[in-house]
């Protein structure tokens, strides 16, 4: 008997097994579900819902300090200096020495005339006892009437050249005085233009330097026509409400970037067009007690007071600046992203005003929007009313006064 062909017996079971296998794969194929894409989780941000509110606006502008009186050290008298008594450029006191003129030819002129005056005053002593001893006798005819009336005039002569004598003595006396220059207010110093030694003469000849007052203090600065026309124009619409009054108010960066320490007000508009500048001329004045403030000096003035109603602000932050202007992201009523175009005003300390683009009412983010794009939904974490604090640098200003 042939032994049994095992190769044939096991390819058929091979056959059958791979069949199976391959149908229980197609099997399990068919029953799997397709897959379903999910929604991405929304991105939470931060928002800040836009409201209608009053805002302080502002102008800034370059100015310059003045001394609010400026006073010319010349001398009175001629004469030798003899000694510069101040440091110059240091603030004086009123009253204060600042030059001292050669003395000894006015003492001698005040002693000469001293001496003058005395022997007016004998002289008068003479002549007046005469006329005591004349007018007895003149009573009794005992003296001609010739001798009482040249007795009479001999006192009036005599009186004549004491007052003349005393008025001389008062005139050496101040000119005397003259030899010590003192500074009639507080306030800078400037240089002396003359040295020690030099000769003197009254007047203008004799200008010797100037002392400035500095408290309070003047600030200058200048404003275009056309921002003069603005802000008449924004009053006149309701866009910009002036403060009561017209009392403006000034604040002062010093030139390190540091605040001015005080606040002062607009004391003058010149109505008067300057025809080179093609501006008008404002001045505040602001006090000054500890000297900050130095003619000549450039500081940036602030004018404040002005208030613009109806006004829609947002963070600096929210605002994007794109190739096609500014935009923000607003929080859609489907709590989506969308970008906003919006057109944009002055800034308000660390916000912006929005001029148009968008309504009361609407959230904007303000971080976050880094990670969002058009239509993705968003999860808002925090929703607040933007306050207002700073003031704006548009403003109503100065010259809105008529």
């Known amino acids: 008997m042939k032994p049994k062909n095992c190769f044939f017996n096991y390819r058929p079971m091979r056959l059958t097994l791979g069949l199976v296998a391959f149908a229980a794969l197609s099997l399990t194929g068919c029953d799997k579900k397709p897959e379903v894409k999910s929604s991405p989780a929304p991105v939470e941000v931060n928002v800040v819902k836009v409201e209608s509110q009053t805002v ?12 609010s009186h400026q006073v010319d050290i010349v001398a009175r008298v001629n004469g030798f200096l003899d000694k510069i008594k101040y440091q110059e450029g240091d603030v004086v006191k009123k009253g204060q020495t600042l030059f001292l003129m050669d003395q000894k030819p006015f003492i001698a002129q005040v002693e000469a005339a001293r ?3 005395s022997n007016s005053q004998a002289q008068l002593w003479t002549a007046q006892a005469n006329l005591n001893r004349v007018q007895p006798l003149a009573a009794l005819d005992a003296a001609s009437k010739s001798d009482l009336d040249n007795a009479i005039g ?39 233009q003359v040295r020690e030694g030099a000769f003197l003469t009254a007047g203008s000849g004799g200008y010797l330097s100037y002392v400035a007052q500095i408290d309070p203090a003047w600030v200058n600065f200048s404003i275009s026509q056309n921002q003069l026309t603005k802000s008449r124009e924004a009053v006149a619409a309701g866009q910009v409400i002036p403060p009561p009054n017209q009392e403006y108010g000034i604040d002062l960066e010093l030139p390190g970037g540091e605040a001015y320490p005080y606040s002062g007000k607009l004391s003058f508009v010149d109505q008067s067009f300057n025809r080179e500048t093609g501006t008008f001329l404002v001045r505040a004045e602001l006090p000054n007690p500890e000297a900050l403030l130095h003619p000549g000096m450039f500081v940036k003035a602030t004018v404040t007071g002005a208030n613009r109603p109806n006004t829609l602000v947002v963070p600096q932050r929210a605002v994007q600046q794109t190739s096609n202007g500014h935009v923000v992201f607003v929080v859609s009523a489907q709590g989506t992203a969308e970008v906003r175009p919006v057109s944009v005003g002055a800034w308000v300390g660390q916000d912006w005003i929005i001029e148009k683009g968008l309504n009361p009412g609407e959230q904007i983010i303000t971080d976050g929007f880094q990670r969002v794009a058009p239509g993705m939904p968003v999860k808002v974490a925090a929703a607040a009313s933007k306050p207002q604090e700073s003031p704006s640098p548009e403003a109503a200003a100065p010259a809105a006064t008529n």
């Not at 102008?59 to 003045?66: D, L, P």
């Open 115 to 117: 001496g003058a005056l």
């Open 154 to 192: 001999s006192v009036k002569a005599a009186e004549a050249a004491v007052h003349t004598a005393r008025a001389r003595l008062e005139e050496a006396e101040l000119n005397l005085s003259y030899t010590v220059i003192k500074s009639p207010v507080t306030g800078a110093s400037g240089e002396a």
């Open 56 to 67: 302080p606006v502002s102008t800034s502008f370059v100015a310059q300090v003045e001394s």
